[in-house]
C-alpha cells in the first residue's frame, strides 16, 4: 500500500475547504522579480551587522524556550509606532498574515463572518475559510474607491464579525481616508482591522488609523516589516489594539510563537528604522516614475499610495504578462480584467520594466 499514490480528494479533507486554491504568487527565477511587493533593495551594511551581531547572542541561548511575551520586541514596535502606545497595546507574529490569523481565530470562526470590500488583498478570504468562517465581499467605485456612506451601508447591511479595511489597498494601491474607517466602526459591532501594510509609502502628511484607536476597543491596526524595512525573508507582522484585544489574541497563539532568533533581528532592525526606511523615498520615486511612464504609453495607471502600480488599458493581460515573463521580467496578472500589476524596484529594475513593456508595444 506504501506505493499507492492519493490525490487531496481522496483525503478526508474538511468539506469547506474543498475545491479552494492555495495563495500561489508564481514564483521563477528570472532577472527581474516585480510580482509580490517585496522591497527588491538589500538591508544595508551597517544594519546587516547589527542584526548578524543580535542573533549571535540569542544563539547562545537557543537550547531555551523564547520569550513568550517578545517583550524587548513589543516595545520597540509601540516606540516605532509612537501616538502614545505602550507595549501592551502590541501583538506580533511570523508576518501579517499571522497577525490576521490571529485576529480571525479569536473573533471569527465557525458561524461567524469576515467582510472586505473587492477586489482587495486574497489572502483575507482564504484565511478566514481557513479559520472557518465565511468570506462576505463587498464592493468599490469603479475607480477602486470607497466613500464613508457606501462603505457604511455595505457594512451596516452585511453585519460581519471581522472587517478587513486595506489601507492603502492591495492589489488596486488605492488609498483610504480616515473618514472612511470611522464610517465602518461606527456602523459595525464586529473587529475592524485596518490593515496599513504599505503605510510608509504613503504620504508624509497622510493620516493613520493608529491615530483612531483611542476609544474604539474593536479597532485593530495591523503593519509588517516584509515591505518598508526589506524584511520579507525574515516574517515579522504586528499589530496595535486595545490591550483587551491582545489578551484575546493570547488565547489563541501557538506557545513561543515568535523565535528567539526572529525577536532578535527584528528588535535590532527596528533600533536603526530611520536608516531602513531611507530607502522608501528611492521606491516612491520609482512608483511616480512608473506611473507617469505607464500614462506616456497609453495605459492606465491608478493612483497609488503603495510600492506598487495597477495599471489598465492591457487588451491582452495574460498575453503581456508571458511577453515581459519571456524578456526576464516578471510582474503579477491579479485577475483584475484589463489590467497587470508591478512593483517599484530599484531604478534599474524599473528601468528594465519599463524598456520591457515599451518593447512589447513596439513589437505589436
Same mark, same amino acid.
Given at each position: ?181 470611522? $464610517?465602518?466602526?461606527? %456602523? ?5 482591522? *485596518? +490593515? @496599513?501594510?504599505? =503605510? ?5 502628511? #497622510? ?61 535590532? $532592525?527596528?533600533?536603526? %528604522? ?5 530607502? *522608501? +523615498? @528611492?521606491?516612491? =520615486? ?5 506611473? #507617469? ?72
Amino acid at each position: 500500500m506504501g506505493g499507492v499514490i492519493v490525490s487531496l480528494a481522496d483525503l478526508p479533507l474538511r468539506a469547506d475547504l474543498r475545491g479552494q486554491t492555495p495563495y500561489g504568487a508564481p514564483q521563477a527565477a528570472l532577472p527581474v522579480a516585480l510580482n509580490v511587493n517585496e522591497n527588491t533593495h538589500p538591508v544595508p551594511d551597517e544594519v546587516a551587522g547589527d542584526i548578524l551581531d543580535s542573533v549571535a547572542r540569542a544563539l547562545r541561548d537557543i537550547n531555551r524556550y523564547p520569550d513568550r511575551e517578545f517583550t524587548a520586541l513589543r516595545e520597540g514596535f509601540a516606540d516605532y509606532l509612537g501616538h502614545g502606545l505602550t507595549a501592551d497595546q502590541i501583538w506580533a507574529a511570523n508576518g501579517s498574515n499571522e497577525v490576521l490569523q490571529h485576529v480571525l481565530q479569536a473573533f471569527a470562526g465557525p458561524g461567524r463572518t469576515a467582510f472586505g470590500f473587492a477586489p482587495t488583498y486574497s489572502m483575507y478570504p482564504l484565511l478566514t475559510r481557513g479559520t472557518g468562517a465565511t468570506w462576505v465581499a463587498g464592493h468599490r467605485a469603479h475607480d477602486f474607491t470607497l466613500t464613508p456612506a457606501d462603505a457604511a451601508a455595505q457594512v451596516e447591511e452585511a453585519g460581519p464579525d471581522v472587517i478587513f479595511l486595506c489601507a492603502p489597498n492591495n492589489p488596486t494601491g488605492t488609498p483610504l481616508t480616515l473618514d472612511v474607517i470611522e $464610517a465602518v466602526y461606527d %456602523a459595525s459591532h464586529g473587529i475592524v482591522i *485596518v +490593515d @496599513e501594510a504599505y =503605510a510608509e509609502f504613503a504620504p508624509r502628511d #497622510a493620516g493613520t488609523a493608529l491615530s483612531l484607536l483611542p476609544g474604539r476597543e474593536r479597532l485593530v491596526v495591523s503593519r509588517t516589516m516584509s515591505k518598508a524595512f526589506a524584511f520579507a525573508g525574515a516574517r515579522v507582522g504586528y499589530l496595535a489594539a486595545d490591550p483587551a484585544v491582545i489578551d484575546a489574541l493570547r488565547l489563541v497563539r501557538l506557545p513561543y510563537h515568535l523565535s528567539a532568533l526572529t525577536q532578535a533581528a527584528a528588535t535590532a $532592525a527596528l533600533r536603526h %528604522a530611520p536608516v531602513m526606511l531611507g530607502m *522608501v +523615498d @528611492e521606491i516612491v =520615486a520609482q512608483r511616480d516614475r512608473i506611473s #507617469a511612464t505607464l500614462d506616456a504609453l497609453a495605459y492606465h495607471p491608478h493612483e497609488s499610495w503603495t510600492n506598487f502600480v495597477l495599471f489598465g488599458g492591457v487588451e491582452d493581460p495574460p498575453a503581456t504578462w508571458q511577453a515581459l515573463y519571456d524578456r526576464g521580467i516578471l510582474i503579477r496578472d491579479v485577475g483584475i480584467p484589463g489590467h497587470l500589476r508591478v512593483t517599484a524596484g530599484t531604478e534599474a529594475e524599473t528601468t528594465a520594466f519599463l524598456d520591457a513593456l515599451a518593447s512589447i508595444d513596439s513589437a505589436s
